[in-house]
């Protein structure tokens, strides 16, 4: 098993050639990775600082998994009610400017009457659950600033979704990446943010694989949190997302 090395951005990371989407910044200046080892619900539920947690809210929950199929997976639980949401989100202290990733590893328990989303936004609150959501063809967003997956099947195609909001401006130029989440199955989504000296542009990659790119996507000194929401959308059953890991960093200065 031999570890290869590329540049990406302007920045060197380290993978392994077994696992080529396992990508990891060769010397990161700050750096949160949780994989969910030795917590229960009480350790993850409220915890904001150092590691990904949650502020709880009516019918939403986050709970520590007992049929994960890996080791140390959060499994994100949402309420049954029709936009119930749970989420898992990071202190407010990561910038455009410092050049921001965020990974996850994750699969969810069903690809149906489902609202996910995964990236950067800039608050932490439950309100902000679902931040960024699409109806038939019609986006609304909580985010003043944001970069995300967005994977909802209230949209006309139920395909995944690479979205950005700046200033409280939606981004003309959504990207439909035309993949479909396979329930069951787990997935590496990372968002990738660039300062370029004015704004912010987002990267998205799956499994290793650029799917997608919104430039000048968001503002470069607004303060992000690393974020995944999962949702309901029928109100027919809880939805669910097993979060295998959460790795962000960023430059210190």
């Known amino acids: 098993m031999s570890t290869k090395a590329k540049w990406l951005h302007g920045r060197m990371y380290y993978y392994d050639s077994a696992r080529p989407m396992e990508l990891w910044p060769a010397d990161p200046e700050m750096f949160l990775y949780d994989d969910f080892l030795g917590v229960d619900t009480t350790d993850i539920v409220g915890r904001t600082t150092g590691y990904l947690g949650t502020a709880p809210g009516t019918a939403d929950a986050v709970t520590l998994s007992t049929t994960a199929s890996v080791s140390g997976a959060a499994k994100v639980l949402s309420g049954t009610a029709d936009n119930d949401h749970a989420f898992l989100s990071s202190e407010i202290s990561f910038y455009g400017k410092f050049d921001a990733c965020f990974e996850t590893r994750l699969c969810i ?4 009457a489902v609202g996910m989303m995964i990236g950067f936004t800039d608050t932490t609150g439950i309100a902000n659950a679902g931040a960024m959501s699409l109806s038939v063809v019609t986006w609304t967003t909580t985010s003043v600033e944001g970069a995300a997956f967005v994977y909802d099947t209230d949209a006309t195609t139920d395909t995944l979704r690479c979205m950005a909001v700046k200033t409280n401006v939606d981004a003309t130029t959504p990207v439909d990446t035309s993949l479909v989440p396979v329930a069951g199955t787990y997935y590496v989504y990372a968002v990738h ?14 499994d290793g694989v650029q799917v997608g790119t919104i430039s000048g996507a968001l503002l470069r000194t607004t303060a992000l949190t690393p974020f995944v929401s999962m949702g309901t959308r029928t109100g027919a059953a809880a939805k669910y997302a097993l979060v295998d890991y959460c790795k962000a960093w960023q430059r210190r200065a």
């Open 109 to 112: 328990d069903s690809a149906a």
């Open 193 to 206: 943010l660039l300062d370029n000296g004015t704004t912010t542009d987002a990267y998205f990659y799956v």
